[in-house]
């Protein structure tokens, strides 16, 4: 799986056709958290981040961690909607930011994209 610009991919391939496969939205953004918070290259990729991680999700069976998580990125898209900028903010523990994934990497500037 190649998680980069759609149009990035295409000159990449020379023009020829790639798939896409579509998720649902919320089904898509639990994913991202669960593969930031426990997948082997998630922890690699958050380590000393300040990603959310609570005890408490082991033990109670809620997710205070998952609900810190989206916060932080709530919490971004409103100060873009207050500065009136489309710029996502990078702070995204180096792993995944969940905001309108799909349609960002269908419809972006493969230069603007993070290394």
């Not at 295409?10 to 997948?39: M, V, W």
């Not at 082997?40 to 109670?60: A, S």
């Amino acid at each position: 799986v190649d998680e980069r610009c759609r149009l990035d991919l295409e000159r990449l391939r020379g023009g020829n056709r790639i798939a896409t496969f579509f998720r649902d939205p919320l089904h898509h953004i639990y994913s991202q958290y669960l593969e930031c918070k426990y997948d082997r290259w998630g922890k690699l990729r958050t380590k000393k981040t300040g990603f959310p991680r609570e005890e408490e999700d082991e033990l109670k069976g809620y997710m205070p961690a998952f609900e810190k998580w989206l916060d932080h990125f709530v919490s971004d898209v409103e100060g873009r909607k207050e500065e009136n900028t489309e710029q996502i903010d990078n702070n995204d523990f180096n792993c995944y930011h969940p905001y309108n994934m799909q349609t960002r990497y269908l419809f972006c500037d493969p230069e603007a994209q993070p290394g």
